[in-house]
Structures are given as structure tokens and as C-alpha cells.
């Protein structure tokens, strides 16, 4: 189900191979190319290969980093959510063409930028008191703490989790996207093509509360991997509403 | 604001007077750049399709320029941090409430209601002091309701939370407090019912009896 937020959202998959495919890399990458049709592909011969599709705000990366790995990358969580059964089908085809049975990690990771109308001073003060202890307790340390950001790893639904929660200005935000990397590879051109810089404008229009959650699993077998993209997706969806409830201090 | 046809044509008439002396070709003003700018907005071809300049969103820069909402910290609080604010702060104060449970039958019992009466007071005097400056009161009706509860508190009415029917209707009014985006006039009107019918003094209208209380008061 759609979410508000899935337009100020970047997500990234990576499935990692236990072991280097070098030599079956550039079989794999034409047999991807010949089957998913991209509108471009950059590579670096054995080392890494990018698949491009302009204007719809998608990637996919073959590599070998050492180990080989596939990975996807999109500009907003509706791409992803719209596209799903295609990330299945090309994970599939990466692990038949290589004859790979094992990821030694899949993880999925989502860095939501939810809007907000407050100043960032104002987030940073709702943080004491609901993520954090109230700003009293701090003082002994600093005199006047803000900007604070929440680290939490744990386990969710059979994955593990790394969470990140903090406030963001609107030139930290900028930054945070635009320093992402391949940032620059889903558009052919940007005096052409907005698509990059769209997003870019529409999660810098105000201070954000920014959500970076890292759901990854260790050892599965690549038939598991559509019913991993459901479960991160859906725990990805549970973690950032309540993330936002314990923000704004609204009932759970 | 609306300006008529006859208007903007006497302020045209205007500016073309004050720069009749600047009659260079590139600062003469043309009827094509009359003041009417979304009329003569020049028109960009972009593969055959005509864009007219004039609809079109102001381009941002993304270098190390000012962004404009960043300057908004030097105003009023924002509603939504005020609600928030008033949610966690509310939350506190019921849940120390229920906590009463444990004392009630202490004889220093008003000892141990200095804490929720103190989280209660210190929320007035954030949400009071956070729109002191601010042109519409978001949380004055919260304030209301909130000075109706610390004021059942006072001239002995702590006594009163001794009793466990009272100390459960006010958290449902707190917790209310705690979860609604906007609190409403018909609510504080409502609490203020519901107290008198709990023959609580929501409104002090008498002498404090207590000195201590009296300072407190804010």
C-alpha cells in the first residue's frame, strides 16, 4: 500500500554472493541486458555493471566488490513498491545465470525524509523526552545539546536492524541525497532530464525527520529473496509510522 | 489583491514617467513588458510545445545559499512542535497520575502529588510562553483545560485524588489531551462540566488557603 512518504524515500537491495563469480560476470550482465532491455548500461569490464532506465527512477548494479553482488537502487519507495516482481525476476535471473543457491547477506534499506513544518531546533527538542531522556539529563555533558541523532540495531521479524532517526535541515538533507552514491546515473543528462533534481527539490522544500533503516539477513538462499523484499517492505512501513508516532508523541 | 485594468495602467503611466529620462533601448519599457507579466511572460519553445514562463515554479539554487524556511526559527513556534510538545508533556502528567495509586493511602499523600501537579504547571507555562508572540493561540483551549485540572489540585483539592473514580477521569481527560492534534473549546467547556459534576473546584475562586500553593500559581 502506497505511503505518503514513499516520494521523499531513496531504497537500496543488495543480495551479496559468498563467493566471486569474476568470470561468469559479464555472461550474466549481457543475458540481464538482453532480457530487461535497459535504456543504458555503464560498465567497467569484469568489475561493475549499471543498468539504467531514464525517468523511472530505478538502477542495477552487478559487481563484484570482491564477492560478487547485485544491487538496486531507487529514487522514491513507490518504485520499488510498483515494481516489485521485476526485482524478484532480476534477482533470479543474476542467481540462475551464476548458479548461485546462497546470498551470504540480503538487506534492504530505505532513507525517508518525512517532511515537517517545524524548525529543526523544534525537532531536536521533541527528540529529548521521546527517543532521548529528557534534555535535563544531558546537561552534565553539554550545556546545551541539539542536533541529536539515535542509533538502534535489533531484530525485526527474522531480520536484523540498523536504525538511524534524526533531525535534518534542509542543507543537511541536500546533502544527504545528493552525496548518495550514483546519484548522478538515473538521468541521462540533468539539463535534460529533472528527475534527479525533482527529488531533490521536493525533499528539500522543508526541515525533515529522517528515518535510515538497514534490514538485512544473513545466509538465504535465493529462492527466499521475494518473501525477504515483503518482509522488509512491510516492517520498513511499521518501523517508519512508529517512528513518527514516538516523534510527534501520538498514541502507538 | 486584485488590481484593476485602470490601476495598472495609471501605475504603468507612472513608472514610465519617473523613467522617461532613461530612455535607453534596454531599460524603455515596452508594451511587451508592460506590468501585466503573466500577459507578456515570454513564451519558451520546448520541442514545439509553448511553455509560458510566467506558470512556471521559481528555480532554487541548490549552492550554499540562504534556503528561505530555514529562516523561520526567529518566529513563533510552529503548531504541530506545540502539539507534540503538549502530547509527551500530558502523557507524563497521566501517567503520574495513575501512579498516585500507590499512595493513596499515605498520610503525606500530598507529598506525592506535587509531581503531577508540577509536569501539569510546567506545560501551561511552556505552551503560555511559547505563544506569547504568536498571533493565533494554537493551545489555548489545552491551556484551559490544564488549568482546570491544577486548580482541582489546589486548596485541598488533592485530597480528592485519593479517590480512585477521580484520579481515572482525569487521566482520560490528560490522555485525551495526550493524543488529540487539536484541542477543541467544546472540550475545555466539557472538562470544565465534568470537574464541577466530580465536585472538584476546576476555578479558584476563593483565597488560597494553602501559601505554598499561592506562590506556585502561574
Known amino acids: 500500500m502506497s505511503q505518503p512518504y514513499d516520494q521523499y524515500s531513496m531504497a537500496f537491495f543488495a543480495a551479496d554472493f559468498p563467493t566471486d563469480f569474476g568470470n561468469k560476470l559479464p555472461a550474466c550482465a549481457a543475458a540481464f541486458n538482453a532480457k530487461f532491455k535497459p535504456d543504458d548500461l555503464q560498465f567497467r569490464p569484469s568489475t561493475t555493471y549499471t543498468f539504467q532506465w531514464w525517468k523511472q527512477r530505478k538502477l542495477a548494479i552487478l559487481q563484484n566488490v570482491p564477492g560478487t553482488r547485485i544491487g538496486y537502487q531507487t529514487l522514491g519507495l513507490d518504485v520499488w513498491r510498483n515494481n516489485l516482481q521485476e ?9 540462475g545465470e551464476l548458479a548461485a543457491e546462497e546470498c551470504k547477506r540480503i538487506g534492504f534499506k530505505t532513507i525517508a525524509f518525512l517532511p515537517q513544518t517545524m524548525t529543526h531546533e523544534e525537532m531536536s527538542d521533541l527528540f ?35 536504525l538511524n532517526v534524526t533531525p535534518s535541515t534542509i542543507e ?19 539539463v535534460s532530464d529533472s528527475t534527479a533534481i525533482d527529488f531533490a527539490r521536493r525533499v528539500t522544500v522543508n526541515s525533515a525527520f529522517m528515518v535510515d533503516l538497514d534490514l538485512y539477513k544473513d545466509a538465504t538462499p535465493t ?30 | 489583491m486584485q488590481v484593476s485594468s485602470t490601476d495598472r495602467a495609471k501605475t504603468t503611466a507612472l513608472v514610465k514617467e519617473a523613467l522617461a529620462g532613461f530612455t535607453t533601448g534596454a531599460m524603455m519599457i515596452t508594451p511587451a513588458m508592460d506590468l501585466d507579466t503573466e500577459a507578456s511572460a515570454p513564451m519558451i519553445p520546448i520541442k514545439g510545445l509553448q511553455y509560458n514562463t510566467a506558470n512556471l515554479p521559481p528555480i532554487r ?42 499512595w493513596q493511602a ?21 505552551l503560555d510562553d511559547a505563544e506569547q508572540f504568536s ?14 485540572i491544577r486548580d482541582s489540585f489546589l486548596n485541598r483539592g488533592w485530597n480528592r485524588y485519593r479517590d480512585f473514580t477521580i484520579r481515572q477521569a482525569i487521566t482520560r481527560i490528560l490522555d485525551r489531551l495526550a493524543s488529540e492534534e487539536v484541542i477543541t473549546a467544546e472540550f475545555a467547556s466539557d472538562t470544565m462540566d465534568q470537574l464541577f459534576d466530580l465536585s472538584l473546584q476546576p476555578v479558584v475562586l476563593e483565597a ?7 506562590e506556585d500559581d502561574c
Open chain 1, 223 to 252: 529462492s527466499g529473496v521475494a518473501e525477504f523484499f515483503d518482509a522488509s517492505l512491510n516492517a520498513t512501513d511499521k518501523i517508519i509510522a512508529s517512528c513518527k508516532n514516538t516523534f510527534l508523541s501520538k498514541a502507538q
Open chain 2, 61 to 102: 539554487s541548490f549552492g550554499l545559499g540562504k534556503f528561505e524556511n530555514e529562516s523561520r526559527a526567529q518566529q513563533a513556534p510552529s503548531s504541530t512542535y506545540l502539539a507534540a510538545k503538549r502530547r509527551s508533556l500530558c502523557r507524563r502528567a497521566s501517567q503520574s497520575i495513575v501512579s498516585l495509586e500507590k
Open chain 2, 106 to 126: 499515605e498520610p503525606e499523600f500530598v507529598v506525592w502529588t506535587q509531581e503531577p501537579l508540577s509536569i501539569i504547571r510546567s506545560a501551561i507555562k511552556f
Open chain 1, 128 to 162: 529529548f523526552g521521546t527517543f532521548l531522556s529528557s534534555v535535563d539529563t544531558w546537561r552534565n555533558i553539554c550545556e546545551s545539546p541539539n542536533d541529536p541523532i539515535v542509533q538502534l540495531n535489533g531484530t525485526i521479524d527474522g531480520m536484523k536492524l540498523v
Open chain 1, 87 to 95: 526485482f524478484v525476476e532480476y534477482t533470479n535471473l543474476v542467481a
Open chain 2, 135 to 148: 498571533e493565533i493561540e494554537h493551545e489555548g483551549n489545552s491551556c484551559e483545560v490544564l488549568r482546570q
Open chain 1, 172 to 190: 543537511q538533507t541536500l546533502t544527504s541525497v545528493t552525496s548518495q552514491g550514483n546519484f548522478d546515473k538515473f538521468v541521462k543528462s540533468h
Open chain 2, 208 to 214: 488560597l488557603r494553602d501559601a505554598d500553593e499561592e
